[in-house]
């Protein structure tokens, strides 16, 4: 059960509402949503003394609404609030409207010649914002880490050349005001989906989280990360499914395409995809992003380095420019198939390296060959 309090509410009022719950047997949680204090409670009573319940709370003079859910999430669900959050990231460019958005980049900053060719890659290709990590999770200690600070500046750099808002990690909480200053979205990785910790800090600023899924994340726990941000206070949270463990090994992940639109159900945040992550290959990378714009994604956040053979990291799932250009061609074609629409008019790619890299992908639609060229 969810109680919205009016906006005058005094502490023993609250105190008042608080009694009730617990006293029918609910655990409460009480925090702000804009002007409004809120009291989520979660307990086990049945429909009818649910029911009364609702109706003694919605009686009382300092109560505005009172939502009736089981659910263990409260502020991102639906029953909380019917219309879809729009997530501004800046001036014309928001994540959940009518318009995809694309993000992409390297999987890490290596240098700063590097993101720099990286962004004007990408931005001459059509992409929104530009992704690349400064702090690096890597599974093994003595795999490269990222430059961390350095990284960031040069993050900086790409961005006010190519005027592209940057998503970047943060990996940990000593680190949020350093990467906030630089970020314009706020990476929380699948590793750190329940660093609650993290959870909590993102939460009190009201900068735009990416949140991923964890790995082995079910809907539900991803659902109750993202409500930690929300209850913090900080109301612009993209969801992210980036593939799940599964007994499968030729991916490197499994994209959990269903999840998507059963977030949609059950939420009102805006979801994207990886699909780099999601799969490890780059060569499934296009079918999977057309796949998961075809299941309603809002955007998506793709991989893409100047050179993915000498990638630092995640090179094999890497496109190259031109990859990417080819991408953003067929999401543009499955967009306009589902009432979507790409921002941005994406530029031009030489003829020749087009039809050089591009002959020999066997598993092109037609359709979009003829697109493309
Ligand atoms: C990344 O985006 O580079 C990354 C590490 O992703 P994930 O947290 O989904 O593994
Ligand atoms: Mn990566």
């Not at 502020?75 to 409207?97: D, Q």
């Amino acid at each position: 059960m969810i109680v919205l309090l009016k906006r005058k509410t005094t502490g023993a009022q609250l105190d008042s509402v608080r009694a009730l719950l617990t006293e029918a047997g609910y655990r409460t949680a009480t925090w702000q949503e804009r002007a409004h204090t809120v009291v989520g409670a979660v307990g086990s009573l049945g429909e009818e003394q649910q029911a009364v319940l609702g109706e003694r709370l919605g009686a009382l003079a300092c109560v505005e609404r009172v939502v009736r859910t089981p659910k263990p999430y409260k502020l991102v669900s639906r029953e909380w609030k019917a219309e879809r959050s729009v997530v501004p990231i800046r001036e014309g460019l928001a994540v959940g409207g009518s318009e995809l958005v694309l993000m992409a980049g390297p999987c890490a900053v290596e240098g700063r010649e590097q993101i720099r060719e990286a962004a004007r890659e990408v931005q001459r290709c059509g992409a929104d914002v530009l992704r690349g990590g400064a702090f690096k999770p890597r599974t093994s200690p003595h795999s490269f880490q990222g430059l961390g600070r350095e990284g960031l500046r040069y993050l900086q750099e790409a961005s006010l050349e190519t005027g592209l808002p940057i998503v970047t990690e943060v990996m940990d909480a000593r680190d949020l005001d350093t990467v906030a200053e630089v970020a314009d979205i706020l990476q929380v990785g699948s590793r750190n989906m329940q660093n609650f910790a993290l959870l909590k800090e993102v939460g009190k600023t009201r900068k735009p989280v990416l949140l991923k899924r964890g790995m082995s994340a079910t809907i539900e726990e991803w659902l109750q990360a993202s409500e930690y941000v929300m209850s913090g206070g900080n109301p612009h949270v993209i969801l992210c499914e980036r593939g799940i463990r599964t007994f499968e090994t030729y991916t490197r992940n499994t994209l959990d395409l269903a999840a998507i639109p059963v977030m949609k159900r059950l939420t009102h945040l805006p979801v994207i995809a990886d699909p780099s992550h999601g799969t490890g290959r780059w060569e499934l990378v296009l079918p999977m992003a057309l796949a998961a714009i075809a299941a309603g994604a809002d955007g998506l956040i793709v991989e893409v380095h100047p050179d993915p053979a000498r990638a630092l990291s995640d090179g094999p799932q890497s496109l190259t420019p031109t990859r990417f250009f080819e991408l953003v061609q067929g999401v543009r074609a499955i967009a306009e198939a589902t009432g979507r629409r790409l921002r941005k008019p994406g530029g031009e790619r030489e003829e020749e390296k087009w039809h050089a890299e591009l002959s020999a992908s066997p598993w092109r639609p037609a359709a979009l060959v003829s697109q493309g060229s």
